[in-house]
């Protein structure tokens, strides 16, 4: 089955740095999401993209992030100034349709020292 | 706006015995509902899904759930439980006027004990 490809697996950042998580969609999907665990908490979601735009976006969602998608392949989320409580499992979801199946990547695990 | 409500944060339960695990959902909208499974560190994999059709809906590794739609219900159940079953698993529901994201439960923790 095809796979979303995430990198890096782990990422150690100081507060206050730029970190940028990537992700590579499965090919011919078309919608785009991330979503973030703080360890021993739910998932949640912050942010779908579509149509090189982003299409909603969650109140955690505010203006230290941005997403892009640079090529035909990758799709990325840029922290600007890294917090303490950005510490958290870091998902990647891409879906073909709208109402359909997420496929999930295997995460980034980000720790803000 | 939805919202996804698991009842139970964690479920032990023994190997073969049979095993629920409760999701409530609310919406002003018709919704579609999903189970996902994290295994450990590992992204989630879907269980099941329902959009529409038969309410019983059945997904892999035994499982399946049932869509109550006045008890605004999706509970998950299989039958007989393995150990390979322990898992976190995640009701989610995303609004069927094509909206853009899926909203997931705080998860039910399944331990199943030998």
């Known amino acids: 089955e095809p796979e979303v490809t995430q990198t890096p697996s782990h990422q150690v950042t100081q507060m206050g740095q730029e970190v940028i998580l990537r992700c590579v969609p499965i090919?011919?999907?078309?919608?785009f999401y991330w979503y973030r665990q703080i360890l021993g908490q739910k998932v949640e979601f912050l942010v779908s993209?579509?149509?090189?735009?982003?299409?909603?976006k969650s109140e955690i969602f505010d203006d230290q992030f941005s997403v892009e998608r640079p090529d035909g392949s990758n799709f990325t989320l840029k922290i600007r100034s890294t917090k303490l409580e950005d510490s958290a499992m870091y998902f990647c979801a891409s879906s073909d349709r709208v109402e359909e199946k997420l496929f999930f990547g295997s995460g980034t695990q980000l720790s803000v020292l | 706006a939805q919202s996804v409500t698991q009842l139970d944060s964690q479920v032990p339960v023994f190997e073969e015995a049979p095993v629920e695990l409760r999701c409530n959902y609310s919406s002003s909208v018709s919704v579609y509902l999903f189970w996902y499974v994290q295994y450990p560190n590992q992204g989630l994999q879907l269980l099941l899904k329902?959009?529409?059709?038969?309410?019983l809906v059945k997904g892999i590794n035994g499982f399946e759930a049932e869509f109550n739609k006045s008890q605004t219900s999706f509970h998950l159940r299989k039958p007989s439980v393995h150990i390979s079953d322990t898992a976190e698993y995640f009701c989610a529901v995303s609004e069927g006027t094509g909206g853009f994201k899926t909203i997931f439960g705080a998860g039910t923790r399944l331990f199943v004990k030998a």
């Open positions: 993209f579509y149509n090189n735009e982003i299409s909603e």
């Open positions: 090919s011919n999907h078309l919608y």
């Open positions: 329902y959009l529409s059709g038969s309410t």
